[in-house]
């Protein structure tokens, strides 16, 4: 395990000492999932921006009209 130390303005670090206490967690724990949450929404991105540099635009709009024309063309 790595320690870390960040600095916070005041405000924000007693906003999330209110924080984790609300969900019954220390400021380490919610620091904890926080980062994880943000490190796989990052992951999710990266796969998308990997798959669309793959991708075939007229594919994905030939796709995108089907789906319209199945749907009633909104």
């Known amino acids: ?6 600095r916070l303005p005041e405000s924000t670090a007693l906003r999330l000492k209110t924080l984790a206490r609300s969900r019954g967690l220390s400021v380490n724990k919610l620091m904890e999932e926080m980062s ?11 796969r998308f921006r ?6 075939d635009v007229q594919t994905a709009l030939d796709i ?7 749907t009633g063309g909104h």
């Open 1 to 6: 395990m790595t320690t870390l130390t960040i």
């Open 36 to 46: 994880a949450q943000a490190l796989a929404a990052w992951d999710t991105e990266n």
């Open 50 to 55: 990997a798959l669309a540099i793959q991708g």
């Open 64 to 70: 995108l009209d089907r789906l319209d024309s199945q």
